[in-house]
């Protein structure tokens, strides 16, 4: 998820998130969406945050394996970020609280898979509904400016698909609704949790 002016530091304020932090809040109902069951939190989703808000570039990665404290308020959930961006970051991992690390870089240094394993969402995309989508890809989203041309000549270079989720523009947090909804139909009813994963203990 790439936030071309959400701030690399943590002075902004939890009072005015979208007025003081580059639209952070936009990148928090991106976690919520991404993470947030109605008892519990999905374990196998990882999510990495690309900051371009001031200085070099930050990565924000948070991995529902580990992840801890995350409440679906908006408020909560910057608090958070805020903590892992008062760590020094350099181009190592540097752990924040549980399931949260940060390090410094932009899009072009993440680990993303290539071809086959990687789509740009986009309103022009082809219909998600009737391809092949790996349910363990990497799903790349803009903030409320989009993605820019040079983000989208390193998705060409990996030779990312282009999808849509359908025919209106969308805020990105709603975008991934869909898509875990669309990767959860296809996994099928096998989980009695009703879920790609049961709720544990603490998740609420
Ligand atoms: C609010 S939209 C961005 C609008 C921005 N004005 C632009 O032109 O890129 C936020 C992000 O959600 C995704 N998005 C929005 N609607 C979509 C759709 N129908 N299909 C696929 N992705 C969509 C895109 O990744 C987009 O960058």
Same mark, same amino acid.
């Given at each position: 998820m790439v936030g071309n002016l959400a701030t690399t530091t943590p002075d902004f304020s939890l009072e005015d998130l979208p007025g003081t932090s580059g639209r952070i809040d936009i990148l928090c109902r991106c976690i919520n969406s991404a993470f947030v069951l109605s008892h519990g939190i999905r374990r196998d989703v990882q999510i990495y945050l690309i900051l371009r808000g001031g200085g070099a570039p930050k990565t924000v990665r948070l991995q529902g394996r580990d992840l801890r404290h995350l409440n679906p308020d908006e408020r909560t959930t910057a608090a958070l970020l805020k903590k892992a961006l008062a760590l020094e970051a350099d181009f190592a991992w540097t752990k924040s609280t549980p =399931? $949260?690390?940060v390090r410094a870089g932009d899009l072009a240094d #993440?680990? $993303? %898979? !290539? /071809? =086959? @394993?990687t789509y740009y969402l986009r309103e022009d995309g082809s219909d998600h509904r009737g391809l092949p989508l790996a349910g363990d890809g990497t799903f790349v989203l803009g903030d409320h400016i989009g993605l820019s041309e040079e983000d989208e000549a390193f998705l060409a270079g990996l030779g990312a698909e282009i999808v849509s989720v359908g025919p209106k523009s969308l805020h990105a947090d709603h975008c $991934?609704?869909? #898509? &875990? &909804? /669309? #990767?959860? %139909? @296809?996994e099928g009813p096998s989980h009695p !949790? =009703? =879920? @790609?994963?049961? !709720?544990?203990k603490g998740d609420e």
């Open positions: =399931g $949260i690390s #993440l680990p $993303i %898979r !290539a /071809e =086959g @394993r $991934i609704v869909l #898509l &875990n &909804n /669309e #990767l959860d %139909r @296809r !949790a =009703g =879920g @790609r994963e049961r !709720a544990t």
